[in-house]
């Protein structure tokens, strides 16, 4: 099995739609978790989720990502109406999700998790097509080539992902999600629990997704966080879009106090 491509080729174009929700509504019985939310992300752009415990963020990733249905409204993908069946299928169509256990297994090697479900195959005999072996050595030297288009220089793809810090699981997870040539990025939390210096590192990563024109959604409750990385920020609130503005100038505590009011 091998990465499926699937950005169209407006996704080389910098400051297009990458990713556009109109009306999008979900409920759970007679619980509305979103109610109408409408909003769109950029190639080449970070636009942050922000919102209390509850305000929807949770339930809005899971049908990004195609966890779950919504219940209404639509979602485009470069502007076209897409629906995914399952995590997988929106994975295939370009929208990766890292969550904030970043779905890695830590006792495999970093070329392993990035590639786990794309692994890559040779044929061990000429002549012999069905008799194929994983191609240890491609998946090595792809796996170093995703982590420098990252900066990240680790020097030996072999070791354990256990190994390594904070911030380098987050470029083994990240480096997945481009393997697959997604071109929306999804990251819920992805600082959660990291100290100052891996912190940095993660946020270095979401520069770097932006500079290769990925479109970023990012959750995080970090304040500093979206103000520091975040090219637009949108507040939600009991399933509502609330508030939308774009971060230039703006301060950790103005953000703050948008979250609580739902007005900047």
Not at 29 to 43: E, P
């Amino acid at each position: 099995m091998s990465a499926h491509p699937a950005n169209p080729s407006t996704a080389t174009q910098a400051g297009v739609v990458a990713l556009e929700t109109t009306g999008l509504a979900k409920s759970y019985g007679a619980v509305q978790a979103l109610r109408g939310v409408d909003l769109c992300v950029h190639s080449g752009e970070v636009l942050a989720l922000c919102g209390d415990n509850g305000a929807g963020k949770s339930t809005l990733i899971r049908v990004l990502s195609g966890a779950h249905e919504p219940s209404a409204g639509e979602v485009r993908l470069f502007g076209k109406p897409v629906q995914f069946e399952s995590p997988h299928d929106a994975l295939q169509q370009g929208i990766a999700t890292i969550y904030q256990d970043l779905a890695i297994a830590p006792s495999m090697s970093i070329w392993q998790n990035v590639f786990m479900g794309a692994e890559l195959t040779r044929s061990l005999l000429p002549g012999l097509p069905g008799f194929r072996i994983l191609d240890r050595r491609a998946m090595r030297q792809r796996s170093a080539e995703l982590l420098n288009s990252l900066n990240q220089t680790i020097a030996d793809v072999d070791c354990s992902v256990s190994e390594l810090s904070g911030g380098q699981r987050q470029a083994v997870a990240i480096s997945r999600a481009l393997l697959w040539k997604a071109r929306v990025v999804i990251m819920d939390e992805p600082t959660a629990a990291l100290g100052v210096k891996e912190t940095s590192e993660v946020l270095g990563l979401v520069r770097r997704l932006r500079e290769e024109n990925v479109a970023v959604i990012l959750i995080s409750h970090s304040m500093e966080d979206v103000v520091a990385v975040a090219d637009r920020v949108i507040v939600l609130k009991a399933g509502r879009k609330v508030a939308e503005s774009s971060t230039q100038g703006m301060t950790a505590v103005r953000l703050g106090q948008a979250v609580m009011s739902g007005v900047f």
